[in-house]
């Protein structure tokens, strides 16, 4: 069992868009990166995952949302994925499991506007399992329940809801090539300048 949950009033900020500049400066974003990495584990992660999600979940901090089993957060937590608005395409096969959970049109704003989502779209979109006053109690009495079943059933369970692996592997491996495009591109490196300027 795996719970995450962040600090200061937040869940995630995402990856520091000065991380993004050293990435171009190194040329592209290999496999081996942070980023990458942790969300193959994510993906390939057999027990289940348990996120408690207060204030701002931003970019990296939603798209791991995807791999979680259980996902609780407080009525003001705020979710965004602001990749285009950076020059950049999703990440973590966002791209595959957004339409398939939402619906296409819904996923369109998720993905391609990058706007502010309340917990209560997210809740209707599917990213959420329910909205809580206090997400990591919520989170924790959850495992504490999960942690009394049978390992072998809770295992292979999550392993046939989950999505299609090869498919995910497959749509993660052409978001990370184009993703490594983009953040070469001049329209990243500008989005970046604007965006330290702030």
Request: charged residues 25%.
């Amino acid at each position: 069992m795996f719970l995450l949950s962040g600090s200061g009033g937040n869940f995630s900020a995402g990856n520091d868009i000065k991380d993004f500049v050293t990435v171009v400066e190194e040329k592209g974003m290999s496999r081996d990166h942070d980023a990458p990495t942790f969300i193959d584990v994510m993906r390939n992660f057999s027990k289940p995952v348990i996120a408690a999600v207060d204030g701002f979940a931003v970019g990296i901090g939603v798209t791991l949302l995807l791999y979680c089993d259980l996902v609780y957060a407080s009525k003001d937590a705020k979710f965004r994925i602001p990749f285009t608005q950076l020059g950049l395409c999703s990440e973590a096969a966002a791209s595959y499991i957004l339409p398939k959970m939402m619906g296409r049109a819904r996923a369109a704003e998720w993905l391609l506007l990058g706007e502010v989502v309340s917990a209560d779209h997210a809740l209707k979109d599917g990213i959420l399992t329910q909205i809580v006053e206090k997400p990591v109690d919520i989170a924790l009495e959850k495992a504490k329940i999960l942690s009394g079943l049978s390992p072998m059933a809770i295992k292979e369970t999550k392993r046939l809801m989950t999505f299609n692996n090869e498919i995910l592997k497959h749509t993660f491996d052409d978001e990370m090539k184009v993703f490594s495009q983009c953040l070469e591109s001049v329209e990243a490196l500008q989005a970046f300048e604007k965006f330290l300027k702030k």
